[in-house]
């Protein structure tokens, strides 16, 4: 029998990219019954962590763990550890509760002058066992609320000194693409009309489930120019052909694209591991932002380094490669006190005269001091 035209047509257009990574949400994330078999942990124990601090792997990023214990493993796979610490919640003071500021929506950090943090969904493709935000994401009882959000459009309307808004969550791009134009839509007809105003979205769905930048994703996005995209990736291996094309996606879509690394113990806190992972990032257009010192939030001790390690790695990198992959080493200050930049100590001495200055191979150099009587 012959096929009519329009079956002909289904069978040789491509699927929507959209089904494909609802479809791996909906259907395919990795059960704990699996993880129990496959890595040989008691299951009982995985659903006392899950109780508490939810898990959610898709299959893309499962695929990428080639052991037990190796550092996508231990990005994604619940561990005991995560219980047997008594650190803060809230530690960055991110909380309405918390902020120095009186009066904040719920959905809103407001710690820079000009700018505010604007949390517009509670889930992610991967939740990440770090995560600074553990007391909350995945939290469905803790899902941003139409009512939340108009509160926080309407704070962002009322205080004309913000002019750089950043969207986050959980992931703000595991919105569908109409709801997320709505927000998108929403802060840009309120900051594009102040000077020097920009849009950023703090997003790991490149990494974590790159078949979620589609072309339509991309043709929408690129209407609320200048919008920026911060990304996260952790480690070399999550760099993949899949990953490289959806950061080139976004790339030609005009939108410039930076990555928020975490230092952790086990994952990245090697000299070597860091300096790949920066040249990799470049290598797909993707500018290496900060590394971040891990945060002493509750559950997550366990990532935790000295910050001797950080200083080490930031000194292999500075010099020792291009300058476009050297990221800032940051602290994000307890206490709501913000990022502050850690560097080594590359200034010796300075006077009247002249500085006096290491190199990154520790070679000392003098610089002249400008004389002030000329």
């Not at 300058?323 to 010796?348: F, M, N, R, S, W």
Request: charged fraction near 30%.
């Amino acid at each position: 029998m012959e096929k009519s035209a329009q079956s002909l047509k289904e069978e040789t257009e491509p699927p929507d990219p959209n089904l494909i990574w609802k479809g791996m949400l909906r259907h395919d994330t990795i059960s704990l019954k699996r993880i129990s078999y496959l890595f040989d942990i008691n299951e009982k124990e995985l659903e006392e962590i899950c109780d508490i601090y939810p898990m959610k792997i898709n299959p893309y990023y499962f695929s990428l763990i080639k052991s037990k214990d190796d550092p996508i493993y231990k990005q994604c796979i619940p561990s005991i550890e995560e219980l047997k610490d008594n650190l803060e919640e809230d530690p960055l003071h991110e909380e309405p509760e918390n902020q120095k500021r009186k009066n904040v929506p719920v959905l809103i950090t407001h710690r820079y002058p000009d700018r505010i943090l604007f949390r517009i969904s509670n889930t992610c493709a991967m939740y990440c066992r770090f995560c600074t935000r553990k007391r909350k994401v995945g939290d469905t009882s803790k899902n941003p609320t139409w009512s939340e959000v108009a509160k926080a459009i309407n704070y962002i309307k009322s205080h004309e000194e913000i002019r750089d808004v950043i969207l986050s969550g959980g992931d703000p791009l595991m919105l569908c693409d109409e709801v997320l134009e709505k927000i998108i839509k929403e802060v840009y007809n309120i900051i594009s009309k102040r000077e020097n105003s920009i849009i950023r979205i703090g997003t790991r769905i490149p990494c974590v489930l790159p078949q979620r930048i589609t072309p339509q994703l991309c043709e929408m996005l690129k209407k609320y120019h200048p919008l920026y995209i911060n990304t996260h990736f952790n480690y070399p291996n999550e760099i993949t052909e899949e990953s490289k094309k959806a950061c080139e996606m976004l790339a030609n879509a005009g939108i410039p694209l930076g990555c928020q690394t975490v230092l952790l113990k086990g994952v990245n806190d090697n000299p070597e591991v860091m300096k790949e992972l920066m040249q990799k990032l470049v290598s797909i257009r993707v500018k290496p932002y900060y590394i971040y010192q891990c945060d002493p939030v509750r559950g997550a001790n366990h990532f935790r380094t000295k910050v001797e390690k950080g200083l080490e790695i930031y000194k292999a990198i500075r010099g020792w490669t291009s300058g476009l992959c050297v990221p800032h080493y940051v602290i994000d200050a307890p206490g709501g006190g913000g990022k502050i930049p850690l560097i080594p100590e590359y200034v010796q001495f300075i006077d009247g005269d002249k500085v006096v200055m290491k190199n990154y191979c520790g070679n000392e150099h003098i610089y002249p001091q400008v004389k002030s009587d000329f």
